[in-house]
T-cell receptor, first 112, second 115 residues
Framework: DAGITQSPRHKVTETGTPVTLRCHQT?????MYWYRQDPGHGLRLIHY???????DKGEVSDGYSVSRSKTEDFLLTLESATSSQTSVYFC???????????FGPGTRLTVL | GQQLNQSPQSMFIQEGEDVSMNCTSS?????WLWYKQDPGEGPVLLIA?????ELTSNGRLTAQFGITRKDSFLNISASIPSDVGIYFC???????????????FGKGTLLTVNP
């Protein structure tokens, strides 16, 4: 299994508060991704990184920012959480033969 | 964005039966991947396909990259209770955006196996 951890695994917060989720990898892979998973929508890409300090937006990036200051860490920040951001968030890394992505265990975020 | 049409949305089968699910698209893909997700966990990669026509097996699982590059199927033979979960297809479009490492996902097939 790819060495990917996510923290926290569960979080409950209030509307308007900032939230940061962390993804940590031990595989030294270049590419890292943040997805959200919601019923009826499947997995949707929020942001991704193709190197240290190199990031780009995915299809649902509004309300989210990311940072990658080290190869092993990719942070997702909700600047001011809203109830629509209640979801399960997955981090993934690209390794193996090019396009294979490996997923972390997920973070369940509830915004009240 | 580009859509992957995955079917069926859900399946209810008896233990021991074979299962087939597929993904189709109006666009060609360079790569097809199949994932399984258990409740409360992240998706796990089952099979990766890289060439049109490629047929690959992983135990009781077999997947094929369609000749037209616009579809893929996954078969599970002799299903067992632990096969329960959501199965996702994913594909990589040629020159997708600013990076070749973005995937497009299907919405999943929920498989239930009755013992």
């Amino acid at each position: 299994d790819a060495g990917i951890t996510q923290s926290p695994r569960h979080k409950v917060t209030e509307t308007g508060t900032p939230v940061t989720l962390r993804c940590h990898q031990t595989e030294n892979h270049r590419y890292m991704y943040w997805y959200r998973q919601d019923p009826g929508h499947g997995l949707r890409l929020i942001h991704y990184s193709y190197g240290v300090k190199d990031t780009d937006k995915g299809e649902v990036s509004d309300g989210y920012s990311v940072s990658r200051s080290k190869t092993e860490d990719f942070l997702l920040t909700l600047e001011s959480a809203t109830s629509s951001q209640t979801s399960v968030y997955f981090c993934a890394i690209a390794g193996g033969r090019g396009n294979e992505q490996f997923f972390g265990p997920g973070t369940r975020l509830t915004v009240l | 964005g580009q859509q992957l049409n995955q079917s069926p949305q859900s399946m209810f089968i008896q233990e021991g039966e074979d299962v087939s699910m597929n993904c189709t698209s109006s666009s060609i893909f360079n790569t097809w991947l199949w994932y399984k997700q258990d409740p409360g966990e992240g998706p796990v990669l089952l099979i990766a396909l890289y060439k049109a026509g490629e047929l690959t097996s992983n135990g009781r699982l077999t997947a094929q990259f369609g000749i037209t590059r616009k579809d893929s199927f996954l078969n599970i033979s002799a299903s067992i209770p632990s096969d329960v979960g959501i199965y996702f297809c994913a594909g990589n479009l040629p020159n997708s955006g600013g990076s070749n490492y973005k995937l497009t996902f299907g919405k999943g097939t929920l498989l239930t196996v009755n013992p």
